[in-house]
Nanobody
Framework: QVQLVESGGGLVQPGGSLRLSCAASGSVSGIGVMGWYRQTIGREREPVATITRDGYADYVDSMKDRFTISRDNAKNAVYLQIDNLQPEDTAVYYC?????????????WGKGTLVTVSS
């Protein structure tokens, strides 16, 4: 199994920046692609960005300009840098890990970290 714990959320003013972190533990050798998703009240969870073990990043088109995903395999961590935050970025941000090898077909989620953008 894999456990994911997000951190780094909080209250930030419009135009500010945040760096979210997601730490993985457990059977980390069975983790393939990792990603960030977000969800606001009344809406479905939506993807933000994903990154492979080799560091190939993929973004939702609307997220390319202000979001940067990165990964540190040695630390079993994935990060999301968000710049020029806007009120519409207010959401719970979730980390996801996709299983490979002996965890193939399994997806793991963290509990999320809340980002609130408000003046």
């Amino acid at each position: 199994q894999v456990q994911l714990v997000e951190s780094g959320g909080g209250l930030v003013q419009p135009g500010g920046s945040l760096r979210l972190s997601c730490a993985a533990s457990g059977s980390v050798s069975g983790i393939g692609v990792m990603g960030w998703y977000r969800q606001t009240i009344g809406r479905e969870r939506e993807p933000v960005a994903t990154i492979t073990r080799d560091g190939y990043a993929d973004y939702v088109d609307s997220m390319k300009d202000r979001f940067t995903i990165s990964r540190d395999n040695a630390k079993n961590a994935v990060y999301l840098q968000i710049d020029n935050l806007q009120p519409e970025d207010t959401a719970v941000y979730y980390c996801k890990a996709e299983g490979i090898r002996f965890l193939r077909g399994r997806d793991y989620w963290g509990k999320g970290t809340l980002v609130t953008v408000s003046s």
